[in-house]
């Protein structure tokens, strides 16, 4: 049972202040690390056909300032290959809103020019009014991914064993969702 | 008084290396002394010495200054995956005569921190097989600091306290060999 085309109804975009989208990977075995975009489009529609996400994330605005590091993910042909491939992009073939507020999504990622079936689950939170009488909607979702299918090749063997950087990665997206005049 | 020195394989002025070895020196007790070696950069490219030739002072000043200390903290970089050229240099200098060298026996933990996500792990792992073979007895742990840069609070402690509880187990095992030898 889903609500998709009365949850979303009309044209949304992700606010560029209170939405984030982030990845963790695993690193030395027991860390965790994350960084996130800052720069990103989302745009939703619903209508009486569903609902239809589209969206893209620039590599350029990811939040690593050490400029070695930086170096490495951002432009590393291992890591994000960023001059050649300046975003990540997704779009949805079926979204489905459940009346419980869970919500799942699938959909095509594209990374590096390599476009993948992918699927997120999570939750969303009916449309509200905002303060200044806009209309606001809230969803979370989470995959976790293998980078290997996306061509993001970096390892190393730790000393005392084990990989540097996990190969699985979870992808995290918070966006708010603001109704469009 | 126990002495402990520090050797920091950073020449840097501002040096996270040197920085650590800071931190660490505060989870010393108060019977330990503690003097990091700034001559690093003094000692000349190793040249098998011959008879009759003068050893170069600045090696003499280092293998004196771990001949008199209990133990040896070492807080290495990586270049490269390893270790810096410079600070190898100094150990094989340090490592003659062998096998009566200074460092022969004596306890010695390696630390290290990097701007990258590992820590420095490749070096810390080569300075320890460096120092297990020029024969000193060599603290079975490793430390690895990554993204140094935010990696130290304001109050003199690692960021992550969890790190610096690593840290300060690392420290306790170094002097805890010092009072055995």
Sequence with gaps: ?181 | MLKILGISGSLRAGSHNRRLLEVAATELPAEVSFEIYNGLGDIPPYLEEEEGDPTPESVTALRDAVHAADAVLLATPEYNGSIPGQLKNALDWASRPFPDNSLRNKPVAVIGASTGLFGAVWAQAELRKVLTTIGATVVDAELPVGQAHDAFGDDNRLADPDLHKALADIVKQLVEAAKAA
């Design chain 1, 1 to 181: 049972m889903t609500a998709s085309t009365q949850a979303l109804a009309g044209t949304f975009v992700a606010d560029q202040v209170h939405s984030s989208f982030q990845f963790t990977v695993r690193h030395m075995g027991v860390g965790k690390f994350s960084a996130k975009f800052d720069d990103f489009d989302v745009t939703v529609v619903g209508d009486e056909q569903g609902v239809r996400v589209e969206g893209a994330v620039r590599v350029e605005s990811i939040s690593i300032k050490q400029p070695d590091f930086r170096g490495h993910v951002v432009s590393g042909a291992d890591f994000f290959d960023g001059s050649n491939y300046p975003e990540l992009s997704f779009r949805s073939t079926k979204v489905a809103l459940n009346d419980d507020g869970t919500a799942q999504i699938d959909g095509e990622l594209t990374i590096k020019g390599i476009t993948k079936p992918f699927s997120a689950t999570g939750t969303y939170l009916p449309v509200t009014e905002d303060p200044w009488g806009g209309l606001r909607s809230g969803v979370d979702f989470e995959a976790t991914v293998d980078r290997r299918d996306w061509n993001f090749g970096w390892q190393a063997p730790l000393p005392k064993g084990g990989d540097a950087l996990g190969w699985q990665v979870t992808l995290t997206a918070h966006a708010e969702l603001v109704k469009q005049a």
